[in-house]
């Protein structure tokens, strides 16, 4: 299966402890997005990589979030000293290059936080 | 700041019969795409239809339509012949194209059950 692949699928944690979400986007995809989907919501947008750089994040990235893609590969987002308020499910989404590109989704990860 | 809203939380269809969903959304570019996406239950999201805002034509994928109002801004979803694996919810997206870096913005979403 050559989709877009998410690492954990489900995580349970307590607060104030960090975790750490990594995404496989789809090889030949240069363009990677975060977006995060709270229950009865759509995905809001985090943040996006154009290969290793990260050239967009949105005010929801507080300091407590960072995200990398080292070598324009996966990628990793870091949540630190987790809150309540940071149980969602994390979507990872990759594209090609084109505008006309659709993105395509991972599966998620759910995050509690207890 | 664009805004994709869908004023319908939830939708009911009777198998073989056909449904619309509504979305509307606000934008003062010219320049975009809009997107149905599919998210069934514990399953991730698909794309289902695209529609090109320079493109007048109406897009359509088999069973599945838009109702493009560019002036109106309005695009709705046509499922026709609804089968029991429609059922899921549906997300309208948006993505402009001048000089953003593509993210998707979503609307709330349609749950849409499907009765055999």
């Known amino acids: 299966d050559t989709g877009v692949s998410q690492d954990p699928r489900h995580k349970i944690t307590k607060r104030g402890q960090n975790v750490t979400f990594r995404c496989d986007p789809i090889?030949?995809?240069?363009?990677l997005y975060w977006y995060r989907q709270t229950l009865g919501q759509g995905p809001e947008f985090l943040t996006y990589?154009?290969?290793?750089?990260?050239?967009?994040k949105s005010r929801l990235l507080s300091d407590r979030f960072s995200a990398e893609r080292p070598k324009g590969s996966f990628s990793t987002l870091e949540i630190q000293r987790t809150e309540q308020g940071d149980s969602a499910m994390y979507l990872c989404?990759?594209?090609?290059?084109?505008?006309?590109?659709?993105?395509?989704f991972g599966p998620g990860t759910r995050l509690t936080v207890l | 700041a664009q805004t994709v809203t869908q004023s319908q939380p939830e939708m009911s269809v009777q198998e073989a019969e056909t449904v619309t969903l509504s979305c509307t959304y606000d934008?003062?570019?010219?320049?975009?795409?809009l997107f149905w996406y599919k998210q069934p239950p514990s399953r991730q999201m698909i794309l289902v239809i695209r529609?090109?805002?320079?493109?007048?034509q109406n897009a359509t994928e088999n069973r599945f339509s838009v109702n493009f109002q560019k002036a109106a801004k309005s695009f709705s979803l046509k499922i026709s012949d609804s089968q029991l694996g429609d059922a899921a919810m549906y997300f309208c997206?948006?993505?402009?194209?001048?000089?953003?870096?593509?993210?998707?913005?979503f609307g709330k979403g349609t749950k849409l059950s499907v009765k055999p």
């Open positions: 989404a990759s594209r090609a290059g084109s505008s006309y590109n659709e993105q395509f």
């Open positions: 090889s030949e995809h240069n363009r």
């Open positions: 990589f154009q290969n290793e750089a990260q050239l967009e």
């Open positions: 934008t003062s570019e010219s320049d975009y795409y």
């Open positions: 529609q090109e805002a320079y493109k007048q």
């Open positions: 997206a948006y993505r402009d194209e001048g000089g953003s870096q593509g993210n998707l913005i």
